[in-house]
């Protein structure tokens, strides 16, 4: 496959929405997406394969630290290693912007998203309380050098 990583543009918000709607109970919208573009602080990177968005995922930059807002694998690509690649390089692309450390959120039960920050290196720092909106515990994890 003939991998590429680029940011964020209009002409993929509809195949992101499609994965945001497959992947998440509280999706953001196409909306939320289209502001993120044009959001000074937000740095969005899309993993593609001949034009089939594959992967995307993004962080806001708030001074000197990263908070990751998105992460999401197209349910066929999943387990193949596009989750590891685009952190990676999300992690690289913050570190250019001058961010020295990451922060996120993640549900508790999410434990192959939690498995995947921690072979990154992100550590848990705590637990946000009732955070989602269906009630559950967010896992707040820290890359703490880049």
Not at 68 to 77: D, H, L, P, R, Y
Request: proline share 3%; hydrophobic share 40%; with cysteine.
């Amino acid at each position: 496959m003939n991998f590429q990583i680029q940011a964020l543009k209009d002409e993929f918000l509809e195949q992101i929405d499609e994965i945001e709607q497959a992947s998440f109970s509280h999706p953001w919208s196409m909306d939320a997406y289209k502001k993120e573009i044009e959001n000074q602080v937000a740095h969005y990177l899309v993993l593609t394969n001949d034009g089939t968005v594959c992967a995307y995922g993004g962080y806001w930059q708030i001074f000197a630290e990263g908070h990751i807002t998105n992460i999401a694998v197209k349910k066929e690509f999943r387990k193949q290693g596009l989750g590891t690649e685009l952190v990676k390089e999300l992690i690289k692309d913050a570190k250019n912007n001058g961010i020295t450390a990451m922060t996120l959120e993640v549900r508790a039960s999410n434990e192959p998203a939690i498995k995947l920050y921690e072979k990154m290196g992100f550590a848990s720092a705590g637990v946000r309380p009732k955070y989602y909106p269906d009630g559950e515990d967010a896992v707040i994890m820290w890359l703490e050098e880049i």
